[in-house]
């Protein structure tokens, strides 16, 4: 939450969140049922502590309604279809309906075929890849997600130019007792919003975050602001983002490079976002009983070892989301106001009577 | 090829290279078709300037058939197949066999569902991914590959204990007239090889490769021996050899964690080593020569952009290996005259005539 002060805070019941961002979305013009599925996806990424995912979103995505960039009433469809393939175009619908209608498809031709690959295009900005590949293990299916980012910020290994974007990929693998592992990461050491505080509060930034505009490290925020952040991990972070957007985008020629539509700078314009999901059902391979238990205990393993000094626990891959989102489901999510007041704006614009309370 | 010296050269005709690794696998009791298998895959790693895993392992893989870890007549089987998927036990034979009966199923099972899965349990060290992912490309598929590494030397972010191996991940892009696009990658940070080279050689090693056994970062080559490698990324790279570990390993019950059987100190053991293979047929979503048209633009496009002052060259993933191969392949191999030497000694035991020559 490194993006919003917590100087005053409002907890939210979770319930109310969804009936509220529900509300929102159907004003701006989509069917209930599209509608709940953003309310969602927006929600549960601000239950998991994930808010830069989550409602305040709503600024930017009811924007590109407003300016024409996306459809709040685009239809997803199988354009083709064979073996555990398929083919989606997403209709310029918003992308949390289409990443819905996609993994539906992915797991139910798993079932069918032991394994899937759903390739996406024509799509809109999807949230998280995270709720994705939890459908997948919800299903009893490892999950497998690679996308796109909506905006170049990153250059190649050697070179200065914004040609890639810090494209996320996912997994996500069942679990017993343990909540289930996944692993949603973007390819940049950091997110280009943390340069952006950073730059807005005059403050500096380690190295390792950015290079400025000539490919020189730079701990000035403004610097960075104006130059590339940098890949995880150097040159295999670069590698990774470069395979993802062949996967995502590259494989349906879908947006890539010199023709991705910036997210936030052209609202106007149609994005034709890609991603590429896959599944793999356990019981094709194994028994899903028996993966549950082993999971299980590999995670009890890891968590099991010995401590660094002055650390208290050792997580595994989304458990800290997952305890997050245990917590705001007891006890509320706590927003920062300002978070609040923007999405109540917009619900006095939109003449939605509901308002966020606990 | 930081762990050799090159101060006496030989330079070596691939072609009699993978004659002569046929020839000494075969002497060490293996069929001739499989010893085949082994020395393309070998002589094909030094070829691309991969040379730790080339030749220079013949010491270790005789060295498991003297002392009865791998079985040099293994036979490696479908023991289960639903859909695009199955299920292969390696019959601890040598791994590049293995390896490549599964890719080929892979590439089998994608051809008729579109997309593959195939889980591979009671193998060995198996030489590199890029190997396989090559053999998906060139099939006109992607290719990618979850393994899990021989050995644990890593810790998970917050511990200290070596609870997990830098199992490495690759995937393969077809191409039309540039080299495929192979990322093969493992998840630390550099190879354990590289520290144990500074320690024999009274070097520091740079911030950031190890930390001591208490969980400090060192620069200390020994202090980093006893210690653990850390991951690629921070905390990413931990999340991500975890993930490759529960596709490679624990989806089918191979060995992970404390049943991991060191591939150097346990000569004489079963590995039980897993891995993951999965091939999405290009022509199943899209049309492959249109793929390979935009995956040739989008290298240009990346080659194409400005470079750092100093940088000659923006590389692609693969690209210098497939640089490396081409050069091989035209002006013979260069190898440390220590690995040439070595490699006689067991043609020498082995009652092997040929010998590597220009």
Chains 1, 2 share one sequence.
């Not at 309906?97 to 809109?124: D, H, P, Q, W």
């Not at 299903?139 to 996320?168: D, H, K, S, Y």
């Not at 403050?203 to 730079?218: R, V």
């Not at 205990?297 to 626990?313: H, L, M, P, Q």
């Amino acid at each position: 939450m490194a993006d919003y002060t917590f100087k005053e805070k409002v907890v939210v019941d979770p319930s109310d969140a969804r009936a509220f961002e529900k509300a929102l979305y159907v004003a701006a013009g989509m069917r209930k049922e599209d509608a709940a599925i953003v309310a969602d996806h927006l929600v549960k990424a601000d239950e998991r502590g994930v808010y830069s995912h989550g409602i305040q979103r709503n600024s930017i995505y009811l924007n590109r309604f407003k300016k024409g960039g996306t459809d709040p009433r685009g239809v997803s469809r199988v354009v083709k279809e064979f073996g555990g393939t398929a083919l989606i175009d997403g209709g310029n619908a918003m992308g949390m309906v289409t990443g819905k209608f996609a993994m539906e498809k992915a797991i139910e031709l798993a079932r069918k075929c032991g394994t899937s690959a759903v390739s996406v295009t024509s799509s809109n900005h999807f949230g998280t890849c995270a709720y994705y590949v939890q459908m997948a293990a919800d299903a009893g299916m490892i999950g497998m997600m690679w996308t796109i980012n909506c905006g170049n910020i990153m250059a190649p290994t050697g070179g200065v130019e914004r040609q890639l974007g810090n494209n996320p990929f996912a997994f996500g693998i069942p679990t017993r007792k343990h909540p289930t592992i996944i692993f949603d990461a973007a390819t940049s050491v950091v997110a280009r919003g943390k340069i952006v505080v950073a730059m807005k509060t005059h403050s500096p930034i380690p190295e390792g975050w950015a290079l400025d505009k000539d490919g020189n490290p730079t701990t000035d925020a403004e610097k960075g602001y104006w130059g590339t952040v940098l890949p995880f991990g150097g040159y295999k972070g670069y590698c990774q983002t470069f395979v993802n957007a062949m996967l995502a985008a590259v494989l349906n020629n879908s947006a890539f490079g010199p023709t991705i539509i910036d997210l936030y700078e052209e609202p106007e314009k149609i994005q034709n976002n890609g991603f590429l999901l896959q599944c793999i059902d356990v019981n094709a391979i194994d028994d899903i009983e028996g993966f549950r238990t082993r999971v299980d205990e590999a995670i009890d393993y890891i968590k099991g070892g010995k401590k660094a000094s002055g650390v208290e626990e050792i997580y595994v891959p989304g458990e800290i989301e997952a305890n997050n989102e245990a917590k705001a489901r007891k006890e509320g999510i706590t927003y920062p106001i300002e978070i609040v007041e923007e999405s109540h704006r917009f619900a006095e614009e939109l003449g939605v009577e509901l308002r966020l309370t606990k």
